[in-house]
């Protein structure tokens, strides 16, 4: 469980200072992604769905006695920490935002959150950040992830390898918090499956050769190889590098590994690989496909719904206290995500304005059926998909 910590006088008089115009002119949202590097191929789906919700807010004119809302967009780079940090606090001081959507991969996000956000006061929702170790981290009570912890996806992908008749994989991932975590997941999962883990191996993202790695993955054998690492980065060259010395010819694809880039930088001995990353079925991504399809953008992209849900609770938030400062606004998160109340959809933003504005109660439901559990987080639910002619294709929810 999350400690919730009280903050500090010095942070609080620091935020109470850095949000004392929270209250007149436009609402700034911080949308802070990857838009270069290992994931930059899911950035702008993400982005477009944060920006959808907040354009959605911005129009309805039911904001905030009709404040506007506008995104202010950074680049998180994904993996260095110090770069978006960087970001972070020109999103803080330069523009002066009052919530932030993001960060992005779990090392970039925690670095965000313990250098930035909590000496600042300033609440942020991450899409897209699944290690498990932001489940404990000591966050004032500042941070949120409308995703599941990968200590759930691990158990998701141990079953989903059970029901596929795979009694034995090789594992590899990403040398980093969030490689680190799925993969120890994943492991403990699937052992507990009763099933066999021949190796466990760590790979460096940005190298040109992958050779060494596949051999040392090869030695060791399975039915498959795992690839806990990213679609644009490492985790292609592993998958490459398999495939060119027919080590391997059927891949499991974790969340970081599922996107349409994959599947074109590699080609079709692709098919046939599967995997899982979050997501639901039924009325909200439906709706939210809906708008986004008329807004330019795939709303069924990894993280992308979760995006728009993560902006969407935060001016929803807003709404409920009647204040864009993040020591006020704050406590409303968990009151606007759960139950009782009217519950929203995409599209029903203005609804939902309404009804806080009215002194009612909303349970926001989203494109990725958002219900926060105890540490702030998404409970969960997957997409268990399948690489099959070129196309990755939802078979199941989970």
Partial sequence: ????????????????????????????IGILIGFTGPIESLAPAMAAGA????????????????????????????????AAQAAAERLLTSDGINALVGADCSGVTGSVLTNVAIPNGMVMISPSATSP?????EDNGLFYRTAPSDAREGQI??????????????????????????????????????????????????????????????????????????????????????????????????????????????GPD????????????????????????????????????ESYDAAALLMLAMQAANSTAPADYNGKILDVANAPGVEIYPGELAKALKILADGGEIDYVGGSAV????????GGSYREIEVQDGKNVTVKYR
């Fill in 371 to 378: 219900e926060l559990i105890g540490p702030g987080e998404s």
């Fill in 51 to 82: 920006e959808l919700a907040i354009s959605e807010v911005s129009d309805s004119g039911a904001f905030m006695g009709g404040k506007k809302v506008m995104a202010v967009r950074a680049d998180s780079t994904c993996i260095d920490s110090a």
């Fill in 1 to 28: 469980m999350k400690k919730l910590l009280l903050a500090t006088a010095a942070t609080a008089l620091m935020a109470g200072s850095a949000f004392a115009g929270s209250h007149g002119g436009d609402v700034k």
């Fill in 270 to 305: 692709l098919n046939g690989s599967f995997g899982q990353v979050a997501g639901s079925g039924g009325d909200g991504i439906e709706k939210l496909t809906a708008l986004a399809t008329a807004a330019g953008f795939d709303a069924t992209s990894p993280y992308s719904p």
């Fill in 133 to 137: 170790a932001l489940s404990t981290v």
């Fill in 157 to 266: 992908m141990a079953d989903i390898l059970v029901d596929r008749g795979i009694k034995s994989i090789a594992l590899t991932y990403t040398n980093n918090d969030y490689g680190k975590g799925l993969a120890d997941a994943i492991e403990t999962s699937f052992k507990a499956a009763g099933g066999e883990v021949t190796i466990v191996a760590a790979h460096e993202d940005g190298k040109a050769d992958y050779s060494a790695e596949v051999g040392a993955l090869a030695s060791a054998g399975g039915d498959l190889l795992v690839v806990a690492g990213y679609l644009d980065q490492g985790g292609l060259g592993i998958i490459k590098a398999s495939l060119d010395s027919g080590a391997f010819d059927t891949f499991g694809l974790p969340g970081g590994m599922i996107g349409d880039s994959l599947i074109e930088n590699v």
